[in-house]
C-alpha cells in the first residue's frame, strides 16, 4: 500500500516508518468525521471549478456516508494519517474518482482543517459543561445561603461567610472557564482549507465558499500563517483549559479539606468515596483528590504546545507531536468537568459544624468598624481590638452581621450568575446549531 507521496517505487526504512508516524493512526481515529466534512467541503469547490460533476459529488459523499457508518474502520501503520486512509478508501470504491478528490488540497490544510473542525466541537461540548456545572454550583450555593461558616486566609480563620458565598465564588470560577473558552472557540473559528502547505494553490478556490459549507464564521486569510500559527492555536486552546482546570484543583482542594474529620463542614456521598484495603472505617475523597491532581498535568501539556515547532515560518514535522498533548488536555477537561458538576449534587452538609467553627475572634474586623462609626481612626481602632481578638478561647461568636453589597457574604449575586449561565447556553446554542448544521447539510 503506498502513501501518498510515494514514486517510483521508493520506499522506506521500517524505523523511520515507525518513528515518523508515531502515535498517528491511534490518534487520528476520532479526527474521521472531521476529515469527511472537510473532504465535502473541498469537493464541493472542486464542482464549482468544473473539475468534479455534481453527480461525482454524489457519489463521493455516498462512500463517506458509508465509511462513516463503518465501526470497523482502521488507519493502518502504512497509511500514515486519517487523510491517507480515507483517501486510499474512496480509490478503492471509486477508482479515479477517489483519486481526484486531491487536486487543491495539500495534507498540510487537512491536518488544520480536520484538527480545527475537530477542537470547535469539543469546545461547544466543554463550554456547555461548564455552563451546567455552574447552574449546579449556584444552585448549592442558593441552598446552603443562610449556612454560617469561617472564611479562611493562610488557611487561618478570617472572617465569617456563608457556604453560599463560598460555593458561589466556585460557580463563578465556572463562568468565568465557560468565558474562557468561548475566546478559545473564537481563535479556532477559522477556516483554513485552500491553504495547501502555505502557499496556495493555482486554482480560484472559493474559500468563503468552503468555510460557510463547514460552519466556520471566517476564512483565515494568509495561506502560510494557516501553518505558522498552528503552535499558537493549540497553545491558546490548552490554555483556556489549563486556566478552567486550575480553578477546578482549588475547588478538589477545598473539598478535600472541608471532608476531613478535622473540619468536619460537608462529606461526600458513599458513592462518591473508595475505602482502604487496610483500615476498615476510611472513606477517601479519591475523586477530588484525583480533580485535583489532574489539574496539575495541564501546565506540562501547555509547554509542550509552545515550544512545538522551530521559530521559523511554515509547516514543520514538528507539529506532529502537539496532537497528543492538545487531545489529552481535552478529554481530561471533559471528565473534569463532568465530575465537578456532579460533586455539586454529592455533598452532605454539616451546617452545625460549619456554624461552630465561627468564633468569636472571626468578628474583629467588625468591632474595629464599629469603633470607626463612631469617629476613632481605623488604624486606633485596630490597635485595640488586636490584643483581645488574638487571645485563644473566644468561643463561639453570638451574632454575626454579614456585608450585603453586590459579591459579598450576604449577597453572593446568585440571580447574577443565573442570567450569566443562562446567556452562556445560548449562545452555545446558537454555535452549535452553526457549526453541526453546516455538518449535517454536508452530509444531506
Same mark, same amino acid.
Given at each position: 500500500?503506498?502513501?501518498?507521496?510515494?514514486?517510483?517505487?521508493?520506499?522506506?526504512?521500517?524505523?523511520?516508518?515507525?518513528?515518523?508516524?508515531?502515535?498517528?493512526?491511534?490518534?487520528?481515529?476520532?479526527? =474521521?468525521?472531521?476529515?469527511?466534512?472537510? %473532504? !465535502?467541503? *473541498?469537493?464541493? /469547490?472542486?464542482?464549482?471549478?468544473? +473539475? #468534479?460533476?455534481? &453527480?461525482?459529488?454524489?457519489?463521493?459523499?455516498?462512500?463517506?456516508?458509508?465509511?462513516?457508518?463503518?465501526?470497523?474502520?482502521?488507519?493502518?501503520?502504512?497509511?500514515?494519517?486519517?487523510?491517507?486512509?480515507?483517501?486510499?478508501?474512496?480509490?478503492?470504491?471509486?477508482?479515479?474518482?477517489?483519486?481526484?478528490?486531491?487536486?487543491?488540497?495539500?495534507?498540510?490544510?487537512?491536518?488544520?482543517?480536520?484538527?480545527?473542525?475537530?477542537?470547535?466541537?469539543?469546545?461547544?461540548?466543554?463550554?456547555?459543561?461548564?455552563?451546567?456545572?455552574?447552574?449546579?454550583?449556584?444552585?448549592?450555593?442558593?441552598?446552603?445561603?443562610?449556612?454560617?461558616?469561617?472564611?479562611?486566609?493562610? =488557611?487561618?480563620?478570617?472572617?465569617?461567610? %456563608? !457556604?453560599? *458565598?463560598?460555593? /458561589?465564588?466556585?460557580?463563578?470560577? +465556572? #463562568?468565568?472557564? &465557560?468565558?474562557?473558552?468561548?475566546?478559545?472557540?473564537?481563535?479556532?473559528?477559522?477556516?483554513?482549507?485552500?491553504?495547501?502547505?502555505?502557499?496556495?494553490?493555482?486554482?480560484?478556490?472559493?474559500?468563503?465558499?468552503?468555510?460557510?459549507?463547514?460552519?466556520?464564521?471566517?476564512?483565515?486569510?494568509?495561506?502560510?500563517?494557516?501553518?505558522?500559527?498552528?503552535?499558537?492555536?493549540?497553545?491558546?486552546?490548552?490554555?483556556?483549559?489549563?486556566?478552567?482546570?486550575?480553578?477546578?484543583?482549588?475547588?478538589?482542594?477545598?473539598?478535600?479539606?472541608?471532608?476531613?474529620?478535622?473540619?468536619?463542614?460537608?462529606?461526600?456521598?458513599?458513592?462518591?468515596?473508595?475505602?482502604?484495603?487496610?483500615?476498615?472505617?476510611?472513606?477517601?475523597?479519591?475523586?477530588?483528590?484525583?480533580?485535583?491532581?489532574?489539574?496539575?498535568?495541564?501546565?506540562?501539556?501547555?509547554?509542550?504546545?509552545?515550544?512545538?515547532?522551530?521559530?521559523?515560518?511554515?509547516?514543520?514535522?514538528?507539529?506532529?507531536?502537539?496532537?497528543?498533548?492538545?487531545?489529552?488536555?481535552?478529554?481530561?477537561?471533559?471528565?473534569?468537568?463532568?465530575?465537578?458538576?456532579?460533586?455539586?449534587?454529592?455533598?452532605?452538609?454539616?451546617?452545625?459544624?460549619?456554624?461552630?467553627?465561627?468564633?468569636?475572634?472571626?468578628?474583629?474586623?467588625?468591632?474595629?468598624?464599629?469603633?470607626?462609626?463612631?469617629?476613632?481612626?481605623?488604624?486606633?481602632?485596630?490597635?485595640?481590638?488586636?490584643?483581645?481578638?488574638?487571645?485563644?478561647?473566644?468561643?463561639?461568636?453570638?451574632?454575626?452581621?454579614?456585608?450585603?453589597?453586590?459579591?459579598?457574604?450576604?449577597?453572593?449575586?446568585?440571580?447574577?450568575?443565573?442570567?450569566?449561565?443562562?446567556?452562556?447556553?445560548?449562545?452555545?446554542?446558537?454555535?452549535?446549531?452553526?457549526?453541526?448544521?453546516?455538518?449535517?447539510?454536508?452530509?444531506?
Amino acid at each position: 500500500m503506498s502513501k501518498l507521496w510515494q514514486v517510483n517505487g521508493q520506499t522506506l526504512d521500517e524505523a523511520v516508518q515507525r518513528f515518523t508516524v508515531g502515535e498517528d493512526p491511534v490518534l487520528d481515529r476520532r479526527l =474521521l468525521p472531521y476529515e469527511v466534512y472537510g %473532504t !465535502l467541503a *473541498h469537493a464541493k /469547490g472542486l464542482v464549482k471549478l468544473g +473539475l #468534479l460533476t455534481p &453527480a461525482e459529488w454524489k457519489a463521493i459523499r455516498a462512500e463517506l456516508k458509508r465509511l462513516l457508518a463503518d465501526g470497523s474502520f482502521r488507519i493502518l501503520p502504512e497509511q500514515e494519517d486519517i487523510h491517507t486512509a480515507v483517501e486510499q478508501r474512496l480509490t478503492e470504491s471509486l477508482g479515479d474518482l477517489g483519486k481526484r478528490v486531491h487536486a487543491g488540497r495539500s495534507r498540510n490544510d487537512q491536518v488544520q482543517t480536520d484538527l480545527r473542525l475537530y477542537i470547535l466541537d469539543r469546545l461547544l461540548d466543554l463550554h456547555a459543561a461548564a455552563a451546567e456545572a455552574a447552574s449546579a454550583w449556584n444552585a448549592f450555593a442558593k441552598k446552603n445561603a443562610g449556612v454560617l461558616m469561617p472564611g479562611y486566609t493562610h =488557611l487561618q480563620r478570617a472572617m465569617p461567610t %456563608t !457556604l453560599g *458565598h463560598w460555593a /458561589g465564588s466556585h460557580a463563578e470560577a +465556572l #463562568l468565568d472557564a &465557560a468565558r474562557t473558552l468561548r475566546h478559545a472557540y473564537a481563535e479556532a473559528d477559522a477556516c483554513p482549507l485552500g491553504s495547501a502547505a502555505g502557499y496556495g494553490v493555482p486554482l480560484k478556490l472559493d474559500r468563503k465558499l468552503t468555510a460557510r459549507l463547514l460552519g466556520f464564521s471566517r476564512v483565515q486569510r494568509n495561506t502560510l500563517r494557516v501553518q505558522t500559527c498552528r503552535p499558537r492555536l493549540d497553545a491558546a486552546v490548552i490554555s483556556a483549559l489549563a486556566l478552567t482546570a486550575k480553578d477546578l484543583g482549588v475547588l478538589a482542594g477545598d473539598l478535600c479539606l472541608f471532608a476531613t474529620a478535622e473540619f468536619g463542614f460537608v462529606k461526600l456521598r458513599p458513592e462518591f468515596t473508595t475505602g482502604s484495603s487496610i483500615m476498615p472505617q476510611k472513606r477517601n475523597p479519591d475523586v477530588a483528590e484525583l480533580l485535583r491532581a489532574r489539574a496539575a498535568q495541564f501546565p506540562g501539556w501547555l509547554s509542550q504546545a509552545f515550544t512545538a515547532g522551530p521559530s521559523t515560518s511554515g509547516y514543520h514535522r514538528d507539529f506532529q507531536l502537539a496532537k497528543a498533548p492538545l487531545f489529552a488536555a481535552l478529554d481530561a477537561a471533559a471528565s473534569m468537568l463532568d465530575m465537578t458538576q456532579r460533586l455539586a449534587g454529592a455533598l452532605v452538609v454539616d451546617a452545625a459544624r460549619c456554624r461552630a467553627a465561627v468564633t468569636g475572634d472571626l468578628m474583629a474586623t467588625h468591632r474595629a468598624l464599629d469603633m470607626v462609626k463612631k469617629g476613632v481612626p481605623f488604624r486606633e481602632a485596630y490597635r485595640r481590638v488586636a490584643e483581645g481578638a488574638r487571645k485563644d478561647g473566644q468561643g463561639r461568636a453570638a451574632a454575626v452581621e454579614l456585608p450585603e453589597y453586590l459579591g459579598s457574604p450576604g449577597k453572593p449575586g446568585f440571580a447574577e450568575n443565573a442570567r450569566e449561565a443562562g446567556a452562556e447556553a445560548s449562545w452555545n446554542a446558537a454555535r452549535a446549531k452553526a457549526l453541526r448544521g453546516a455538518w449535517r447539510a454536508l452530509l444531506g
